[in-house]
């Protein structure tokens, strides 16, 4: 094996990891503190990169520019999904929850098919056309970029939760509801705030990708399934594991494109995913099964 | 209702009589996605055990059909039996680690996801299978190729796919295997307490289940005519084998075959009216809506309502 070859799979599996870990940390939110799986979780990502796309043939925006618009619009998406549908079933069993959000992902994908129909499309950005020599390794400026502003957004949600009032109370709602309750925590605010910012993470990570990665309706099914995946493997509710848990997928599917062949990459990841549910269903990072 | 229901097939029976090709094919796909409906629902309604994978059994017993037919020359009657087995082994080995493991709910529905994926990227690189391209079954109208002139033939399969499904399903319901599943759904702990065996009757659900819907891969492949990967092993045809027994009441007799009569005209003639003006997707988006009002507005399903509704009409 050219050793050029594995270095560069796995620089382009780092650089990609940062959006797989900003998806991941979204749905981990969301889960961690309303024990609710989004399903819709790729389709929103889809929407972040539809949005991407009109504000950059409408406005003229860089989608690394717009990704800040598009989180906020998804924000409010995930916060009206939430205060409508996901709050009468929050106490339901797994099974009802998980229906109602196939039932969102549903909507979501097939709006956008009848908006902006079947055909892949891609958002155009001036940085997807440098690139920068490390010896004989590339990078491609755009990757860069969507890394390390993937990096950053993950960073500040961290600095939020950790070190802000409101992010504290989210913590401990996510802990311990009903304690949370007893001190007085307006818990269904909290609700609604985190489903936003997990929506947010995702429409984010949708504008970041909207440059190199050519999207469709469709795409969403495999956006959520891979954050699905990321969750469980660094464990559900953790966002460490999240974030570790998207770095160490991407270099894992990167690595398979290397050695087995590109179009067997998800391979890996399921049978990771396998192993995983398995062996250690709380993760690696993961404390215990919620 | 016995009665009731012997009517009910006898007109089924008789209505190609008076109906054209295209309500002949509504009602194909109609009893065809009830029977799946009806297989899913042993192991997702009546045990509880949530699989969103159930598209990879279809595509098991599809791709082995029309794979033993195409080189080995075995007429699909038979090969129907061989995908079915096939399907039971890949059920046995997904209930095997979920259920040993113990996983539930969402970690479970996840694992049946991951097993379908798998099968279909599988089937995607592999020659035998058509790759990408798709596996095409040449025309010839041959019944013992599986294959008819006109689309009568289907009805009546399909028609038999659905009561034998129902029938298997009706006659779990009536053993004790059946109420052991029902304790199993309500509450794992409590009936493993009581001494049930859950570990095994899980993996009966499953296997049985997986076999049937192998069974209807045959069906697929032979009424289609093309298997393409995305298709048959897709996410999408999974999510459609479980949304119609959960709309008609999951874990119910008739609540399967209620789900596929209120959707399956719904979504091919919003389909066929739809795509024709290039909406394709707004049949989904009603689908979606309407997935989205059973789980708010009526949690257990159609069913309940309608036995409610019947058993509001004086007896005399």
Known sequence: ????????????????????????????????????????????????????????????????????ICAALLFLLGA???????????????????????????????IALVAFGPDPQRVRSPLTMATLWLGPLFIDMARLATFGVAILLTVLLYLFLFRTHFGKTIRAAADNTYGALVIGTDVNRVYVVAF???????????????????????????????????????????????????LLVSVAESMGAVFLSPSLKEIVSFSLLILILLFRPAGLFGRRMG | MKWAGLAVVVVLLALPA????????????????????????IV??????????????????AYTAAILARDAGITPWLGMFVGGALAALLGAVIGYLGFRFGLRGFYFALLTVAFAEIARIVTLNTETTGGALGLYITFTGNPREFQFPNNRPHYYIALALMLLATGVAAWIERRRFGIYLAAIREDEEASEALGVNTFKY?????????FLTGMGGTFYAFYYLSLQPNTVFGIPLSVEIVIRPIVGGAGTLLGPILGSFLLTPLAELSRSYFATGGWTGVHLIAYGMLLIAVVLFAPQGVYPYLRRLLAWRPRG
Request: hydrophobic share 60%.
């Open chain 1, 1 to 68: 094996m050219d050793p050029t070859l594995v270095g560069q799979g796995l620089l382009n599996g780092i650089l990609f990891g940062g959006v797989y870990s900003l998806m991941a940390v979204g749905l981990s939110l969301i889960f961690g503190v309303m024990r609710v799986v989004n399903f819709a979780h790729g389709d929103m990502m889809v929407w972040g990169m539809y949005i991407a796309l009109l504000l950059a043939e409408r406005a003229g925006l860089d989608p690394y520019l717009s990704f800040i």
């Open chain 1, 80 to 110: 009206l999904v939430q205060r409508t549908l996901v709050q009468p079933i929050v106490d339901a069993p797994h099974e009802m929850q998980i229906l109602l959000m196939l039932g969102v992902a549903l909507v979501l994908e097939n």
């Open chain 1, 196 to 246: 936003g910012i997990g929506a947010a993470c995702v429409g984010a990570a949708g504008a970041l990708v909207s440059a190199f990665l050519p999207f469709q309706p469709a795409s969403g099914l495999s956006a959520s399934v891979a954050s699905f995946n990321i969750v469980i493997i660094g464990g559900m509710g953790s966002l460490l594991g999240a974030f570790l848990g998207g």
């Open chain 2, 18 to 41: 008076v109906l054209g090709s295209y309500a002949i094919s509504v009602f194909i796909l109609i009893f065809f996605y009830a029977f799946l409906g009806q297989t899913w629902n």
């Open chain 2, 44 to 61: 997702g309604g009546y045990a509880g055990q949530l699989s969103i994978g159930h598209a990879a059994f279809v595509g098991i017993g």
């Open chain 2, 202 to 210: 899980k993996m009966m659900a499953i296997v049985v289940s997986a």
